[in-house]
């Protein structure tokens, strides 16, 4: 969780897993977008660039600061909600957790969220951060209207159309302005009904297509080189909070497995590589089974304490099958020591000029590899292989993107920067890591 005071005690910032490390200059906690203004007049004014940091877990350094560090800490809450419209706005720097109780107490809620919840609003909507439901998008597509300071220092609110600044807008990472305001889509207050289950890879794969229309949300956790997968399938029901009783009980569970038992397992692992293997068979034997029902916002987050690195890739979803049995014959192979499962997700297609699913309903595969384990060896492996089944990476998880490549992914880029050079003509938050990828 973001920590205000080694923010800005330190004079090294850096991400959540620890790969990404800068000094900036200048660190600033403004309180008002009068302050938030002001600060990126006198960046412009000195040829500085500013990078918002959120609770700095993006695993590239889309959010790493060169020269001014700003944090939004300060501008959290619920400002409004429009019942009628079934929107509310929020303060751009609201941490995913504080948003559920909120709404609830207006009778609404996130139509979708990921299983981390830490994140800022901000960061969320401008990298496309997404949870599961091939007929649900990101957190990114339930964006109504943006505030944002642009380059030049100027206040500016957009209300989403037809538009190329609303499809830049969708998936920015922060190269239009400094996000202040968002007003988002919710919905009325449900609950979800959760079951989580064992099953096969090829009995998974036979259902898979039908599975995810068939439920809510569907997610897998696939076990490297095991025939074994976790399935863990959710379904709105009415409204009904879990018990203080039980949400102790199940917190206590998840922290003993994930603190206790696989926190040992993956340090054996980094210890002797050679373990992964069958660490994870042995964590595949050992998947938890169970049933829960909850409040959404309760039900949808895990605790992840356990560091790690991480890429994922967004794919057609029609490539899905296909994908996971090449990645499981090479597993079967031994290629590669990796004991932390896959974790695989579905998602509705957008039309966002940067987003990763713009197009075409997708699925997303996310990799991950114990921290101090070394991993490039494995994510070039799928960096290389995604390139097969015409996979973008997610912006702020570690990828193998150049300029060219994102040209080649992303067919409205042009579109993108033109609006993005309106907005920021002096290069305000146009970072060394941002001009790498956006510039030929």
């Known amino acids: 969780m973001f920590s205000i005071e080694k923010w800005k005690n330190g004079e090294k910032w850096t991400n959540w897993a620890g790969n990404v490390i800068s000094y900036p200059g200048e660190m600033y906690l403004p309180q008002s977008i009068e302050d938030v203004v002001q600060i990126v007049k006198q960046a412009r004014e000195s040829g500085k660039t500013i990078r918002v940091t959120g609770a700095a877990h993006s695993f590239s ?212 590589p050679s373990l992964c293997g069958a660490m994870s068979k042995i964590a595949a034997a050992n998947v938890v089974e169970g049933e829960k029902t909850g409040i959404s916002y309760e039900i949808y987050p895990s605790p992840r304490s356990v560091k790690f690195q991480e890429s994922e890739y967004a794919i057609p979803l029609m490539y899905f099958e296909a994908c996971m049995e090449e990645i499981h014959a090479t597993f079967k192979k031994g290629l590669f020591n990796v004991h932390f499962p896959l974790e695989c997700r579905t998602t509705a297609g957008e039309a966002g000029f940067l987003s990763p699913t713009q197009g075409h309903e997708s699925a997303f595969i996310a990799f991950h590899m114990y921290k101090g384990m070394p991993e490039e060896p494995y994510f070039e492996w799928i960096h290389t292989m995604m390139k097969k089944y015409k996979g973008r990476p997610h912006w702020g998880k570690q990828n193998h993107l150049t300029a060219g490549y994102v040209y080649e992914l992303y067919p409205d880029i042009e579109k993108f920067l033109a609006i993005r050079r309106q907005y920021d003509p002096d290069n305000v938050f146009f970072t060394g890591y941002l001009r790498k990828l956006f510039t030929l």
């Not at 300060?74 to 609201?94: D, F, P, S, Y």
């Not at 709105?236 to 203080?244: F, G, H, K």
Request: charged share 20%; hydrophobic share 40%.
């Open 61 to 272: 350094a889309v959010a790493m600061p060169e020269h001014i560090a700003l944090s939004l800490h300060n501008m959290r809450g619920l400002i409004a909600v429009n019942e009628e419209k079934q929107e509310a706005t929020l303060w751009a720097g609201t941490y995913l957790y504080e948003i559920g109780p909120s709404l609830a107490k207006h009778g609404f809620a996130l139509s979708n969220m990921g299983d981390i919840q830490e994140q800022s609003i901000a960061g969320a909507v401008s990298t496309g951060t997404h949870g599961t439901g091939v007929t649900l998008g990101s957190l990114s597509s339930t964006v109504t209207k943006w505030g944002f300071v642009d380059g030049t220092g100027t206040y500016q609110e957009h209300t989403r159309g037809l538009d190329d600044l609303s499809e830049s807008l969708h998936v920015s990472l922060g190269m239009l302005g400094v996000l202040v305001k968002v007003t988002i889509k919710v919905i009325p207050l449900y609950g979800l009904h959760y079951i989580g289950t064992r099953d096969t890879l090829t009995n998974g794969l036979t259902i898979f297509a039908e599975d995810i229309r068939q439920h809510r949300h569907v997610e897998w956790f696939y076990f490297p080189g095991s025939e074994t997968i976790q399935v863990k399938r959710m379904n709105a029901v009415d409204p009904v909070y879990q018990s203080d009783w039980s949400r102790r009980i199940e917190i206590m569970k998840l922290q003993i497995v994930e603190n206790g038992a696989f926190l040992a397992m993956s340090e054996l692992c980094k210890w002797k």
